[in-house]
């Protein structure tokens, strides 16, 4: 189902019924609600999920642009720390904006078992224009080819994009509302308006008085700005937003005057309607975010860096606090991404390289539960995915990753329960099976492999760093030195000294390879680093206690009276 600004607010209702109770078993009248708790990964504490059956919501995100091409100092690394890593990408996720959001979420079906319903919703999203409000943002040609690739309609993200704004642009619009500016800045232009306001005034000439009629397709802030501009200009008529449009009816002087200043729909009392027009999206997130449901991402790093900038609030310098902006956000995260990682290689899987590759596999028969896993079907509204892919939609995606993390929690648990008698799963079950990887968000390009957002993050179990010595080719740089090695392999390359330079790569084998190739190269000498026998710092010490000591066995000796 397509989401867009028009459509948005008269689906706010069932959107918020989706997310705050369809998920959920409802209690008995006067009953407590079942407890169940999850124990995470070690160190990060119990966590309590309200209700037996708290099902997923899988999200997928579209952006204007991936990553910012900055200089080398500036681009990610293997050799980052977390933080320095989180500190590069958020330069890049405050330069784009969200394009579209996918949003599927899975209910139980009660007296069914284990069997699921998916509603999975594409928001079109463009950032508010209000007021004072005008963001700016960048493209990324690469992201617009790519997406443009997969049929991405951008009609409907420049031209029906819901507005959408995080807390401290909300306080500058509450702001502007109490000062008494609050005009709408809307994408309909001085033309527009006044073929409106033609087409009003030649109705109204023959029209009587009681008489209406409908100015079509006009939603949103488009609706406030057209009726503030026609009874400004025309004393002799009312407007009202309906479902079909804006509606003109023509009233006397003395009832015009009446309405306004008796009719709750005068401009006086569309602060809170404008207000929520310009929020937007944003509503939706407050939903998503009370609901405190699991959230499922596949590699979901970047979502949760854009959910965090443009509906919460701008991104901070700290990295733990925005870990900890997050858990407070989002209790329980699954990044189906981590989890796949973990247990593919252990289940002789076919290698994968997206979402779609993994869903295939875990569909076929190399799949030893596929026949008993839970069975999934599309909800009212949609059914667009039954016969049809397609990928890097965000909704698509965000089915997928549901789909994903309940039929690797089913396979976990038969593996679990081999040796046990069969039982029907259930969904507290599952989210048994993968308590290990609650909260490990996948990490691209980094030190570590993962974050996690429950507490400290883990260290490394990357291949050991490499240390290149050149000898016979005076003005090597990393680049130079990147392009020698990527036929064999890809490292990342870290000047350390004039002729040394640091290599570092995600696999084990790669690491071993260049070593085993160039033992005994002439010019390119490949070891392992070690701090204490390679770093410039650490040399430099040793040099200064050589001297030091030196000299003072020296002045020993020289003061030392012959014999």
Not at 89 to 102: D, E, H, K, L, P
Not at 284 to 299: C, D, E, S, T
Not at 447 to 456: A, R
Not at 534 to 552: E, F, M, R, S, Y
Request: with cysteine; net charge positive.
């Amino acid at each position: 189902m397509d989401v867009g600004a028009d459509e948005f607010e008269q689906s706010l209702p069932l959107l918020q019924e989706l997310v705050l109770g369809a998920d959920f078993v409802g209690k008995r009248p006067g009953s407590e609600p079942c407890r169940q708790g999850l124990r995470l990964a070690p160190g990060a504490g119990p966590l309590w999920i309200v209700d037996s059956l708290v099902c997923p919501a899988g999200l997928d995100i579209e952006f204007t642009g991936l990553r910012s091409n900055l200089s080398e100092p500036h681009q990610i690394s293997l050799f980052d720390l977390p933080s320095e890593w989180y500190l590069k990408t958020r330069r890049s996720v405050q330069q784009f904006a969200i394009c579209q959001i996918g949003l599927s979420v899975f209910s139980t079906i009660e007296g069914e078992s284990n069997k699921y319903v998916a509603h999975s919703c594409n928001f079109f999203l463009f950032p508010t224009t209000f007021g004072i409000l005008d963001s700016e943002f960048s493209f990324q040609a690469s992201s617009v080819q790519f997406l443009n690739q997969y049929g991405f309609n951008y009609n409907k993200f420049l031209k029906k994009g819901i507005p959408y704004m995080n807390e401290e642009q909300e306080k500058k619009i509450k702001q502007n509302i109490l000062a008494g500016d609050w005009r709408v800045r809307s994408s309909l232009d001085k033309d527009q308006i006044k073929v409106v306001i033609d087409e009003v005034t030649r109705w109204l000439d023959p029209a009587e008085e009681g008489d209406s009629m409908t100015l079509p397709g006009i939603a949103g802030f488009q609706a406030f700005e057209v009726q503030l501009v026609l009874r400004q200009a025309l004393p002799n008529i009312w407007t009202a937003q309906r479902e079909q449009g804006v509606v003109v009816k023509k009233v006397s002087r003395q009832h015009r005057w009446y309405l306004e200043h008796t009719s709750c729909d005068r401009a006086s009392c569309w602060k809170e309607k404008i207000l929520l027009s310009a929020r937007g999206f944003s509503v939706f997130f407050q939903m998503l975010v009370r609901a405190q449901k699991p959230l499922v991402g596949h590699n979901m790093m970047m979502d949760l860096l854009h959910l965090h900038e443009k509906f919460f609030r701008p991104l901070p310098e700290s990295y733990d606090q925005f870990k900890q902006n997050i858990h407070s956000l989002f209790p329980v995260l699954i990044d189906t991404k981590n989890v796949t990682k973990d247990i593919w290689k252990e289940l002789n899987f076919p290698r994968v390289s997206n979402l779609s590759e993994v869903y295939e596999v875990l569909n076929s028969n190399l799949n030893p539960t596929k026949n008993s896993g839970p069975e999934i079907i599309h909800g009212n509204k949609c059914e667009k995915y039954v016969d049809t892919k397609c990928p890097h939609e965000a909704a698509y995606d965000a089915f997928l990753c549901g789909s994903v993390l309940l039929k690797v929690a089913h396979l976990l648990l038969q593996r679990a329960q081999s040796n046990s008698p069969a039982t029907e799963p259930s969904f507290p079950q599952y989210l048994d099976m993968l308590a290990p990887y609650v909260n490990q968000v996948n990490l691209i390009r980094a030190g570590v492999p993962k974050v996690n957002f429950s507490g400290p993050d883990y260290p490394s179990f990357r291949p050991p760093v490499l240390i290149l010595s050149v000898a016979r080719w005076p003005g090597v740089s990393e680049q130079q030195v990147y392009r020698e090695f990527q036929n064999l392999c890809k490292f990342d390359v870290r000047r350390l000294t004039r002729s040394q330079f640091l290599l570092l790569t995600n696999k084990f084998k790669d690491a071993r390879n260049v070593l085993k190739e160039y033992r005994g190269h002439p010019s390119l000498q490949v070891s392992l680093y070690r701090y204490w026998r390679h770093a410039p710092d650490v040399k430099c010490l040793l040099q200064v206690c050589g001297i030091i000591t030196t000299w003072a066995l020296l002045a020993f000796f020289l003061g030392r009276p012959s014999p």
